[in-house]
């Protein structure tokens, strides 16, 4: 693996699993919110499997694979090479 090639993959894995907890987070406090939890988005995990069991573990898988997916889009996006710019500024 080369020093680019490198960069790269970990440019795509601190980006995409930011993306994707931020996202995962969005999704599942919508979750929380929409299921009736009496705290609303002030709830925490705690309650929310007071709640529903089920509830929770799709709260807790959804936390999970926001930031999972967002790195697997993101290396699925560079290898398509659709990747926007290139890290150093060369070309070739």
């Known amino acids: 693996m080369t020093q680019r090639s490198w960069l790269t993959w970990v440019v795509d894995v601190v980006v995409?699993?930011?993306?994707?907890?931020?996202?995962?987070?969005?999704?599942?406090?919508?979750?929380?919110?929409?299921?009736?939890?009496?705290?609303?988005y002030e709830a925490n995990l705690g309650e929310v499997f007071d709640k529903s069991v089920i509830l929770g573990s799709i709260v807790v898988l959804v936390l999970v694979a926001g930031p999972v997916g967002g790195v697997v889009a993101a290396r699925a996006?560079?290898?398509?090479?659709?990747?926007?710019r290139r890290i150093s500024g060369r070309s070739g």
Not at 21 to 30: E, P, W
């Open 16 to 40: 995409g699993g930011v993306v994707g907890f931020i996202l995962g987070g969005l999704v599942a406090v919508n979750l929380v919110i929409y299921s009736g939890v009496e705290r609303g």
């Open 77 to 84: 996006r560079r290898a398509r090479g659709t990747g926007g």
